[in-house]
């Protein structure tokens, strides 16, 4: 049984980082590679289903990384502190921008169930048949059939990248059997490897997948730590409806004092005293129209 080193544990030593024999390698032969990418998955598929990880959050902060890369991949040089803003103040009838609805295919794709009604909805440049293809891996490794969907939806000139991506996640995911996906191939892929195809482009799919997961672990640590900080201070807080507020913060990776289910002077004075008491960051560096997330 696999033993973590001390050193490799977080705070409370829950989340176990990977063994540096994954992290550390420098693998090239493909059956190598495969090997240290299962371990790394399997690694992440444990951690991923401990009851103390909040999901919701994960997955939301991950949207936005998935987000700021392949925005990168279009060409384009939006920040993470763009992409919340170019979201989270729209206003009714207002077009979010081609980075914006970038960050909003990541979101609505991480939200929804791993479900080729669901994923339709979201990917309207993928044909159905594809999509219902690409959830049905028939029996093969849960990676070899991602790598496999990817490069069908690469190939194809109609299908952006972005969906390409997501549906090659969702792939995946179905083949573990998680309820939602988790961008991975995003974080660790290069527009480098998009190009490249057969062999070539499963070692890179394999490559990629143990940096994202490293990337993903910290994520989930960071957003563990930070939940279990937030919610012990819930009990402190006298104002009614606090709880309610707190809880868009457990879930989502930014929010503005506007967004929360209390009159907007209680909004901003709870998101005051919560940043006050440590457990809760303003993320936009601004004295107006700010964001705040754990």
């Given amino acids: 049984m696999y033993a973590p080193d001390r050193e490799s544990l977080t705070d409370q030593n829950r989340i176990p980082f990977l063994p540096s024999w994954v992290t550390s390698a420098r693998a090239e032969a493909p059956e190598y590679v495969s090997f240290l990418s299962g371990a790394a998955l399997s690694h992440l598929h444990h951690a991923i289903s401990l009851d103390e990880v909040p999901m919701n959050l994960v997955r939301d902060r991950l949207a936005l990384r998935a987000a700021e890369v392949t925005v990168a991949f279009a060409g384009r040089h939006e920040t993470a502190a763009e992409l919340r803003d170019a979201v989270h103040f729209l206003e009714p009838g207002d077009l979010p921008g081609p980075a914006g609805e970038i960050y909003l295919s990541w979101q609505r794709a991480v939200r929804r169930p791993v479900q080729a009604n669901a994923l339709h909805k979201g990917l309207g440049s993928v044909s159905s048949q594809l999509i219902a293809q690409s959830l049905a891996p028939k029996g093969r490794a849960p990676v070899e059939h991602a790598v496999s969907v990817l490069e069908e939806c690469v190939s194809d000139d109609s299908i952006p ?124 560096g601004r004295d107006s129209f700010r964001l705040y997330g754990v």
């Fill in 161 to 284: 990248v972005v969906a390409a991506l997501i549906l090659a996640d969702a792939a995946l995911a179905r083949s573990l059997g998680w309820a939602r996906i988790l961008p991975v191939f995003a974080l660790g892929l290069t527009t480098a490897d998009l190009r490249k195809r057969d062999q070539s482009l499963r070692l890179a799919c394999h490559q990629a997948l143990q940096v994202a997961i490293i990337e993903i672990l910290r994520h989930i640590s960071e957003c563990t730590r930070g939940v279990r900080n937030l919610a012990a201070v819930v009990p402190k807080l006298r104002a009614k409806g606090a709880a309610g507020a707190v809880e868009v913060f457990l879930t989502q990776d930014a929010a503005a004092a506007s967004a929360l289910p209390l009159p907007d002077r209680a909004a901003r004075r709870l998101c005051d005293r919560l940043t006050s008491l440590g457990v809760l960051r303003e993320l936009s």
